[in-house]
């Protein structure tokens, strides 16, 4: 546990403190108090962006969480067909990099985009394009969370309101809602927080319209103030942790909506419900794959709009400037790394904390550190980490510039939700099994090895995945300490768009998801095989 809780502080807790030191000192490291924070409220342009996050991710995450519930509701309380579809095309936006719907907004809405006149004059480069940009990445996150609270009731709920001719209206908000509140309340501050630390949208499609995240990184790369960036860091980070904080008080007055003697729910067919329910999923369903679609026609097209011949060209990355197959393939290589070693770290981190039989107050901090980097944006993360592993005197300062930092940023940024997976699936094995081990002598490495592991391998590819996925999507995380051998798929992406090669970066973003979609398909296929040889046990 020690080792595990090392690699935490040192990961996690000495670069945000190195950070937040940073932010209090001047460019020649003399401390000088507050004066950096007053020159950034005195500064209105600076503090207009913070305003500007707030509005897009207000405004943003109503239109997603509402579009979700929705969605959510046709999915679990309803009887429409194709189910398994509208489910499949939910969870497309997980595969791409957030920068993909910003270069797919260009080509659709863009000064030379095909549906520009849908906006009635309006830009696209500004907030109307980072809401729309943002809704569509963040959309199957607060889709997943609000399933799982719709799909959690008791039909006897619904019966006795049928029983006493309560209509459908007065039902919705006195059972459907209240039981699934808490639901929504964390896909809000989930989908709020996602949209406030987001760097890709606004980076590719807000055009002059700032926020605090395009600011750390002008602050940063363009003008090389790295104490402002550090103020700035510190300013996106505080609502991050306030919206986690009131999350987590919020999830601990949660109580249990499903008792021992519970029902499970099973819609009912409704013609009219069902038909409504069908067209609006639709029309989700269209948008998404639209934005999808529009950024896999545009890496196939020659020059865009004046010679729209199909051609493959825009995928023979080594003419960009931008970055080359090199970068695809360090993509790879990081993701599989992190998965690995992301997995096992995680899982072995959580298993000393639900299972570990000393240190109790120990395991608690643990699991209290465990959780904070889900409130650190990774821009923050990113940060901090080049204040913390740049420094000379740092005994790891080695492994800044190579691959490994990479690597350990990654596993840092999507730490909690891994360990929270974890955690439940090593909560659901009972005690009783490290105590007939300790019963029969055996080490605890044993008992680890031949009875813990096997039974949560599902979860362990679950949190593999995740990690994976993740690594091959983000940008935030590593925008700032990637070196010139390790530049990565997602930053190529993003320096393609800004050398203006918006074609590669569309090619470049589309082979992300095809290696994303490729390891879902893996992913399923290996979860089915294990589920036969190791999981027997559950069916018998």
Same mark, same amino acid.
């Given at each position: 546990?020690?080792?595990?809780?090392?690699?935490?502080?040192?990961?996690?807790?000495?670069?945000?403190?190195?950070?937040?030191?940073?932010?209090?000192?001047?460019?020649?490291?003399?401390?000088?108090?507050?004066?950096?924070?007053?020159?950034?409220?005195?500064?209105?342009?600076?503090?207009?962006?913070?305003?500007?996050?707030?509005?897009?991710?207000?405004?943003?995450?109503?239109?997603?969480?509402?579009?979700?519930?929705?969605?959510?509701?046709?999915?679990?309380?309803?009887?429409?067909?194709?189910?398994?579809?509208?489910?499949?095309?939910?969870?497309?936006?997980?595969?791409?990099?957030?920068?993909?719907?910003?270069?797919?907004?260009?080509?659709?809405?863009?000064?030379?985009?095909?549906?520009?006149?849908?906006?009635?004059?309006?830009?696209?480069?500004?907030?109307?394009?980072?809401?729309?940009?943002?809704?569509?990445?963040?959309?199957?996150?607060?889709?997943?969370?609000?399933?799982?609270?719709?799909?959690?009731?008791?039909?006897?709920?619904?019966?006795?309101?049928?029983?006493?001719?309560?209509?459908?209206?007065?039902?919705?908000?006195?059972?459907?809602?209240?039981?699934?509140?808490?639901?929504?309340?964390?896909?809000?501050?989930?989908?709020?927080?996602?949209?406030?630390?987001?760097?890709?949208?606004?980076?590719?499609?807000?055009?002059?319209?700032?926020?605090?995240?395009?600011?750390?990184?002008?602050?940063?790369?363009?003008?090389?103030?790295?104490?402002?960036?550090?103020?700035?860091?510190?300013?996106?980070?505080?609502?991050?942790?306030?919206?986690?904080?009131?999350?987590?008080?919020?999830?601990?007055?949660?109580?249990?909506?499903?008792?021992?003697?519970?029902?499970?729910?099973?819609?009912?067919?409704?013609?009219?419900?069902?038909?409504?329910?069908?067209?609006?999923?639709?029309?989700?369903?269209?948008?998404?794959?639209?934005?999808?679609?529009?950024?896999?026609?545009?890496?196939?097209?020659?020059?865009?709009?004046?010679?729209?011949?199909?051609?493959?060209?825009?995928?023979?990355?080594?003419?960009?400037?931008?970055?080359?197959?090199?970068?695809?393939?360090?993509?790879?290589?990081?993701?599989?790394?992190?998965?690995?070693?992301?997995?096992?770290?995680?899982?072995?981190?959580?298993?000393?904390?639900?299972?570990?039989?000393?240190?109790?107050?120990?395991?608690?901090?643990? @699991?209290?550190?465990?959780?904070?980097?889900?409130?650190?944006?990774?821009?923050?993360?990113?940060?901090?980490?080049?204040?913390?592993?740049?420094?000379?005197?740092?005994?790891?300062?080695?492994?800044?510039?190579?691959?490994?930092?990479?690597?350990?940023?990654?596993?840092? @940024?999507?730490?909690?939700?891994? @360990?929270?997976?974890?955690?439940?699936?090593?909560?659901?094995?009972?005690?009783?099994?490290?105590?007939?081990?300790?019963?029969?002598?055996?080490?605890?490495?044993?008992?680890?090895?031949?009875?813990?592991?096997?039974?949560?391998?599902?979860?362990?590819?679950?949190?593999?995945?995740?990690?994976?996925?993740?690594?091959?999507?983000?940008?935030?995380?590593?925008?700032?300490?990637?070196?010139?051998?390790?530049?990565?798929?997602?930053?190529?992406?993003?320096?393609?768009?800004?050398?203006?090669?918006?074609?590669?970066?569309?090619?470049?973003?589309?082979?992300?998801?095809?290696?994303?979609?490729?390891?879902?398909?893996? @992913?399923?296929?290996?979860?089915?095989?294990?589920?036969?040889?190791?999981?027997?046990?559950?069916?018998?």
């Amino acid at each position: 546990m020690l080792a595990i809780g090392a690699f935490l502080v040192v990961c996690v807790l000495l670069p945000l403190y190195s950070m937040l030191s940073k932010s209090f000192e001047n460019a020649d490291g003399d401390f000088i108090g507050l004066a950096n924070y007053a020159d950034y409220f005195s500064t209105p342009a600076l503090f207009l962006s913070a305003i500007n996050s707030l509005y897009v991710s207000v405004t943003a995450s109503v239109i997603v969480l509402v579009t979700a519930f929705v969605y959510g509701y046709a999915l679990t309380r309803s009887c429409m067909p194709f189910k398994w579809f509208f489910k499949l095309v939910a969870l497309v936006p997980l595969l791409t990099p957030s920068l993909l719907s910003g270069i797919s907004l260009v080509y659709w809405f863009g000064k030379q985009g095909v549906a520009k006149e849908l906006l009635f004059g309006e830009l696209i480069y500004g907030p109307i394009g980072i809401i729309i940009g943002s809704a569509y990445w963040v959309f199957p996150h607060a889709l997943m969370i609000v399933i799982t609270a719709l799909t959690i009731t008791d039909a006897r709920l619904y019966e006795a309101a049928t029983a006493l001719r309560t209509g459908t209206l007065r039902t919705f908000f006195t059972i459907t809602l209240p039981g699934c509140k808490y639901g929504l309340i964390s896909a809000g501050f989930v989908t709020f927080t996602l949209i406030f630390t987001d760097f890709g949208v606004p980076k590719v499609i807000g055009g002059n319209y700032n926020v605090l995240a395009t600011d750390i990184y002008k602050q940063v790369i363009g003008q090389q103030n790295f104490e402002m960036g550090a103020v700035v860091s510190m300013i996106l980070l505080l609502p991050a942790v306030l919206a986690f904080t009131v999350d987590r008080v919020v999830q601990k007055k949660q109580v249990a909506l499903l008792s021992a003697q519970a029902v499970p729910y099973r819609p009912k067919p409704k013609r009219k419900r069902d038909l409504c329910m069908l067209v609006f999923c639709s029309i989700v369903a269209a948008l998404i794959l639209l934005m999808i679609g529009m950024a896999q026609y545009a890496a196939l097209i020659t020059f865009w709009p004046y010679n729209l011949e199909f051609t493959l060209a825009n995928y023979d990355f080594d003419l960009a400037n931008g970055g080359g197959w090199d970068s695809y393939f360090n993509s790879i290589r990081m993701a599989l790394y992190t998965a690995a070693f992301g997995t096992v770290i995680i899982f072995f981190g959580a298993y000393l904390v639900e299972k570990g039989r000393r240190f109790i107050a120990g395991r608690s901090i643990f @699991h209290a550190i465990a959780m904070l980097p889900l409130a650190v944006p990774g821009m923050v993360l990113g940060l901090s980490y080049i204040f913390f592993f740049n420094n000379p005197s740092n005994p790891f300062n080695f492994i800044y510039g190579t691959m490994a930092i990479l690597v350990v940023a990654t596993i840092t @940024h999507f730490y909690t939700v891994s @360990h929270l997976t974890a955690v439940t699936a090593l909560k659901q094995m009972d005690a009783e099994f490290e105590s007939v081990g300790a019963s029969l002598k055996a080490p605890f490495y044993r008992t680890f090895a031949r009875v813990t592991v096997p039974v949560c391998m599902p979860a362990a590819l679950d949190i593999s995945m995740y990690l994976f996925l993740n690594a091959m999507t983000t940008v935030s995380a590593v925008v700032f300490i990637y070196s010139s051998d390790t530049t990565l798929a997602s930053v190529a992406v993003l320096n393609m768009d800004d050398q203006g090669e918006i074609a590669f970066a569309a090619a470049m973003a589309m082979m992300i998801a095809y290696t994303c979609a490729g390891a879902r398909i893996l @992913h399923a296929l290996l979860t089915r095989s294990i589920m036969r040889t190791t999981q027997a046990w559950r069916t018998s």
